[in-house]
């Protein structure tokens, strides 16, 4: 079998908490150890792991980069869900899905998981084509969520936001030109929150799919925010609503 890179204390972490039989090997910086350090191998040889001291020239050739903190795993997969519709069905009280129409770069994908992860999210679903999956740097920025969030890429967007109708899953589309805001939305039921990619946005199908559109309030000289940050302002609407 495969296997993937996670880098990062988080990430990595997260992994040996969730899945510690799916770690192959830990790489760490040898020249480190300040307690944070200490303890992490701690963590890992409790878990049973296998620890390599590694020197920066290894771990940055592991990692793709600097970036890793001193500590490089090389895991096996690790499926959280064969599907959407297992998840749906696994899920406790009303859904929350959020959908992503093709966002191409990693740091917004592992934020989105990051805050997804946090709002209570069953899932994020996005298209398999003109869009980024879960890579090293994915893993890293999403601090462990995408441990824990399921991220499904589907053949065809739009069929899947239909299929979500079918459950009465509410399809609730962002857009800078929507009348109605974020607040102004019911989302105390069943929904699905579909944010459009950088720049782009929402692709035109995937807009006239959604039952309502909403925009999210600009108060300053900017137009938009950060699809990250637009991800978390209406995944935690939702969750205040449903609180």
Known sequence: ??????????AVT???????????????????????MR???????????????????????????????????????VALSHS?????????GPALVLVLDGVTDPHNLGACLRVADGAGAHAVVAPKDHAVGVNATVAKVASGAAETVPYLMVTN???TLNELKERDITIVGT?????????DADLRGPVALVLGAEGAGMRQLTRKTCD?????PMAGA????????????????????RR
Not at 16 to 27: F, M, R
Not at 212 to 216: A, F, G, N, P, Y
Not at 222 to 241: H, I, K, M, T, W
């Open 212 to 216: 309502r559109l909403v925009r999210i």
């Open 84 to 92: 959407l519709d297992d998840v749906l069905d696994a899920a406790t």
């Open 14 to 36: 997260v992994r040996l908490k969730t899945a510690p039989q799916s770690v192959v090997e830990i790489h760490v910086d040898a020249a480190r150890r300040d307690a944070r």
């Open 39 to 77: 303890q992490f191998v701690e963590r890992a040889h409790a878990a049973g792991a296998k620890v390599v001291d590694s020197d920066d020239a290894r771990l940055n050739s592991l990692a793709g980069g600097p970036r890793h903190q001193g500590v490089v795993a090389r895991v096996k997969p």
């Open 157 to 159: 967007l739009a069929r």
């Open 222 to 241: 900017v137009e938009s925010l950060n699809v990250s940050v637009a991800a978390g302002v209406c995944l935690y609407e939702a969750l205040r609503q």
């Open 1 to 10: 079998m495969s296997t993937q890179v996670l880098f990062g204390f988080h």
């Open 175 to 183: 857009s800078d030109d929507a009348t109605d805001t974020i607040y």
